[in-house]
């Protein structure tokens, strides 16, 4: 089966930084997969380069198979991306924002869809508001919102509840937790070291633009016994 995502040997530097030294991964599809590591780790360079929005170096991204420089446009409407950045156009409503994101993907009449989505996220009384009037935290579920207007079969999570209340959390983990259900694949970075544990199969630490450990969730923790993923995690960075 063709892995939902694959990575070979990703580089990218920044002048002297270099921001990923040789990623390798793949995630099959309908992983549920935390991508974990400190600030600076490479992280979010790695999910832009997956989204397009930077170019790698040198290496080859996959998405469902799809190379997302020579086959951009289908790995593109193939991926759901909610970036950490609260980035919105401040001149539509929610509603309106939602439907102009469809339109990105050549989607049309697809109000039962946005209304399902709007009810998971809570969002259904923000319905008819104007994005510059929510909270930080209402605009965070918008953008968890965006990715998921185009049902991707691959849905990237780049820390979605920073931010965001917990009876928030607890009813978007219950709609990804669904989502992954029915078949997505779930990229996941998080400082909520709790939720990776509870909510990821497999896991990968990264340290400076380098992947330094990669198993399933049970085995991370197998190896250090009565520790929880954050004592490893402190460990693995300290290493």
Not at 112 to 127: F, P, Q, S
Not at 135 to 157: D, E, F, N, T
Request: proline share 3%; hydrophobic share 45%.
């Amino acid at each position: 089966m063709t892995a939902a995502v694959s990575l070979t040997n990703v580089i990218k530097r920044f002048g002297p930084l270099q921001a990923l030294a040789g990623v390798s991964l793949d995630i099959g599809q309908g992983e549920f997969f935390g991508l974990l590591g400190p600030n600076g780790a490479g992280k979010t360079t790695l999910i832009s380069a997956l989204a397009g929005l930077i170019r790698a170096d040198s290496g080859s991204l996959q998405v469902m198979g799809h190379d997302v420089v020579s086959d951009f446009r289908v790995a593109r409407r193939l991926l759901g991306v909610v970036p950490q950045e609260l980035v919105f156009d401040p001149f539509f409503n929610v509603r309106e924002t939602l439907r102009i994101q469809s339109g990105y993907f050549g989607i049309r009449k697809n109000d039962d869809w946005i209304d399902e989505i709007l009810a998971n996220l809570d969002l259904t009384g923000k319905a008819e508001t104007n994005m510059r009037r929510l909270s930080g935290g209402m605009k965070r579920r918008v953008l968890v919102a965006q990715a998921l207007v185009h049902k991707p079969p691959v849905i990237v999570l780049d820390e979605p509840t920073a931010g965001v209340d917990v009876e928030l959390r607890q009813g978007l983990w219950q709609f990804i937790r669904r989502l992954n259900g029915e078949g997505h694949t779930i990229v996941l970075t998080t400082h909520y070291l709790e939720e990776a544990e509870a909510l990821c199969n497999r896991i990968a630490l990264m340290k400076q633009g380098r992947i330094v450990a990669l198993d399933t969730t049970e085995r991370l923790l197998a190896e250090h016994p009565g520790a929880s993923l954050e004592e490893v995690f402190i460990r693995t960075m300290r290493a």
